[in-house]
């Protein structure tokens, strides 16, 4: 038995489960199979379905926050403002988060609520959430809310998205009650740069064939998921933003690629990523192999990540590749602006938060000339 489909005398039954407790929604998707499908095919409909079922809670959410939107609620202020800024490209990501602040406010005026109830709202989430957990249950695996307490990012991603809500509508000099109430502080994150022999392992242990065409039965000949990972680890460049890569952007007598402005948060210019050699070559492969537009991270994520067990034994984040990338340029140059630079980083803290892997040396260099160790022959 495969997760997601069981064989049956009468031949394959596959499901998908989409759920979401917060959003009141759950759906299940079955087909059956003849016998002798594959299971690569079977895999290929359940990808296929997952993502139907994910647009359909989508639309679900924006359905809940227009619903009952009474002129002068929170709720209708909500639609309007999603309604501006369609063109985000984190928009998914701001409906959710606008969704839970509708939860909360969504059949009052706007102008009653104070800064008091949302930061009592952000202190609850912070003891007790709820927070999603993804979970088998009858072999079915689904998210479902337990009472854990959210991480202090996912609270400011909330108090930043209802902040944008009311410079959005009234201006940025206007009453803005969420700018009286602090971000949580977020502690230091552990590294998580890999150096690039470790990187260069986990890619020479990723699969050179690609998976099968629903259909077509025989797996192709090449990985997209392996050249999209390798372009990652040799630019710096994150997953939607290798998504939004056309064959114009990339210059190749000159060995560099542009890439577009970033509407995200504050906004970012474009700018022009310079290409060494494994660059190149992987950008090159990017180009012969027409990998340009949308595509699911998770497929890369997932071959990463098995790439990374087969490798050094354990797995790492897909986002990870970014790091390494910025910590070593902050390593070879150690200018940190240059390195924000070619990041797209608008803030230099940003940057001193990836890359402080690269200071690690350093900084253990200073501790051991104050405090030598005396035992050490000199």
Partial sequence: MSAGFIRTARGCRAWVRVSSKRDEFSELTTRRFPAATRAGAIQAWRVEARRRLHARLDQHRQQRIVEHGEAGTFRADATTYLEAVQAMTSYKDRVRDVGVWVVAFGDRPRASIAAHEIRTLRDRWLIDGPRRHWQRINGVGQWIDVAAPLAPSTVNHRLRALSNLYTVLDGRRAVNPVQDVPEVEESAEIP???????????????????????????????SLAKVRARVLAWTGLTPKELASIKATDLYWDD???????????????????????????????????????????????????????????????????????????VHATKDVRLAGRLAGHTDDRTTSRYATAALLGTLRAGVDAAFPDKEKPQ
Avoid at 287 to 295: E, I
Wanted: glycine share 12%; charged share 25%.
């Fill in 192 to 222: 998580r740069a890999l150096d690039y022999p470790t990187i260069r392992a986990i890619l020479a242990a990723m699969s050179d064939q690609g998976r099968a065409v629903k259909g077509k039965g025989n797996r192709l000949a090449f």
């Fill in 255 to 329: 060995k560099f690629l542009i890439v577009p402005a970033r509407r995200k948060g504050r906004g970012a210019p474009g700018r022009i990523v310079p290409l060494g050699p494994e660059g190149l070559a992987a950008c090159q492969d990017f180009h012969r192999l027409n990998a340009y537009g949308r595509f699911g991270s998770g497929s890369v994520r997932r071959a990463w990540q098995r790439a990374c067990r087969k490798a050094i034994g354990r797995s790492t984040r897909l986002y990870d590749l970014r790091h390494s990338f910025i910590t070593a340029v």
